[in-house]
């Protein structure tokens, strides 16, 4: 359940092995603050957690319950926040987005991850090479774990952006063949994503102002770095939605073009057909009175008048732009 516990000590790592019950002990040091990772806890094996760092009930529900949206709220003097991480199978065009809920205090990081996307080890191992700025505190931590859940953003946008072209060639090519599957399979992994990414922003506005409890001023360059990175991401979520419901319509509109082209083939070989079919039922009433069946050139001269009236009016389509 516990993946990792640390205590650190002005920006480095106590070393050897410690129990949750020792770290937090020792965490009430001024200088120090413990950080617990946890994944997929359950309520029984989250409760030592809440009790020991005071965590509210609510926050604890909903990291423990999962699903939540992208957000930061106030408990008391701690911050309790939700982040998306995000990552792009391109053979699926599928986005697949897994959850992380923080508690923050003043001397406590408690980090509970679901799902096997973006495991924090690798944030952990480089933020305790730079012990300057760990020293900053659980801040730091966040602020860590924010950079990476936003900058794994990026190469997606780039892979959404690859496959929004090939949709886009797709339908402006002759043999493109109908991608309206393909449109609104991306277009719901974009919006899923949008929202990820899009309720990120209120938080780190927060943060970047310094409007929370926890002193976030030290950090305030780092913060704003990750909010123009997210603002940037956000913004080609933006353009990546509004240009494939402009796709969408464009193949829509291909696809209507399509079909009366289609219409109009048919309908202009049933008028070609239709005059043979009419001269040869009016001979094939069986009327006595034709002189016409008494000529001798009678039946090769009805092949030529319909064979000359198909050919006129097969030129006349193809002049119209109907064949």
Not at 236 to 249: F, P
């Amino acid at each position: 359940m516990i993946v990792d516990c640390g205590l650190y000590r002005q920006g480095r790592r106590a070393e050897g092995e410690m129990s949750l019950g020792e770290a937090f002990e020792r965490s009430k040091d001024p200088e120090s603050f413990v950080w617990v990772g946890l994944h997929d806890p359950t309520h029984e094996e989250f409760e030592d957690v809440r009790q020991r760092f005071k965590l509210h009930e609510l926050a604890v529900e909903d990291a423990i319950m999962a699903h939540q949206r992208p957000k930061l709220e106030v408990y008391d003097h701690s911050l309790f926040v939700v982040l998306k991480p995000a990552s792009y199978d391109d053979e699926t065009d599928q986005i697949s987005l897994g959850e992380i809920m923080m508690f923050i205090g003043e001397r406590f990081v408690v980090a509970v991850r679901h799902g096997e996307l973006s495991p924090l080890t690798s944030v952990r191992e480089r933020l305790e090479a730079q012990p300057k700025l760990l020293r900053r505190g659980p801040i730091a931590v966040l602020y860590a774990v924010l950079d990476r859940v936003v900058d794994d953003y990026i190469p997606i946008v780039r892979d959404i952006d690859r496959d929004v072209q090939q949709v886009e060639e797709d339908v402006f090519t002759v043999d493109g063949g109908n991608p309206t599957e393909r449109i609104y399979r991306l277009k719901r992994q974009v919006l899923g994503f949008h929202q990820a990414i899009a309720g990120l922003m209120e938080p780190l506005d927060l943060l970047t102002r310094n409007r929370v409890p926890l002193d976030t001023e030290p950090l305030a360059k780092y913060l704003r770095d990750v909010a123009d990175h997210a603002r940037h991401v956000n913004e080609q979520v933006d353009t990546q939605r509004d240009l494939l419901t402009s796709i969408l319509h464009a193949n829509l509109a291909q696809v209507g073009v399509r079909q009366n082209e289609d219409a109009r083939r048919i309908s202009a070989w049933v008028a070609i057909a239709a005059v043979p079919t009419m001269i040869a039922g009016l001979y094939g009433m069986n009327f006595e009175h034709m002189p016409e069946l008494d000529w001798r050139w009678g039946y090769p001269a009805i092949l030529l008048v319909m064979a000359g009236i198909c050919i006129a009016l097969f030129r006349a389509f193809r002049r119209s732009g109907w064949l």
